[in-house]
């Protein structure tokens, strides 16, 4: 059984940083496709961020050049690192994990963290 802890959710003023963090346990994390979800209300969960077991990575075409994700295999441990940030990314973040290749689709990932409010204020 895997769990996955998220961290550093927050408010923070529009063109702010805030860095999310997930701490993976219970089995071999380098054996996981990584992603960050987030859902804001009234909409469907969307993959903003994978990175593949390999170390490549995925951005959503609306936070490339401002997001950041990466992973330490030592640390169990994926970030993402969110840089001028706009009102329109106030959601819930899921930071979730899958065996197998990275997919955009949250039904293909089986462990999920508890998730993590961000709020940008204008």
């Known amino acids: 059984q895997v769990q996955l802890v998220e961290s550093g959710g927050g408010l923070v003023q529009a063109g702010g940083s805030l860095r999310l963090s997930c701490a993976v346990s219970?089995?071999?994390?380098?054996?996981?496709?990584m992603g960050w979800f987030r859902q804001a209300p009234g909409k469907e969960r969307e993959l903003v961020s994978g990175?593949?077991?390999?170390?490549?990575?995925y951005y959503t075409d609306s936070v490339k050049g401002r997001f950041t994700i990466s992973r330490d295999n030592a640390k169990s441990t994926v970030y993402l690192q969110m840089n001028s940030l706009k009102p329109e990314d106030t959601a819930v973040y899921y930071c979730?994990?899958?065996?197998?290749?990275?997919?955009?689709?949250?039904?293909?990932?089986?462990?999920w963290g508890q998730g993590t409010q961000v709020t940008v204020s204008s």
């Open positions: 219970g089995r071999t994390f380098s054996s996981y496709a």
């Open positions: 990175v593949r077991r390999g170390g490549t990575t």
């Open positions: 979730a994990a899958r065996i197998g290749p990275l997919t955009s689709k949250s039904t293909d990932f089986g462990s």
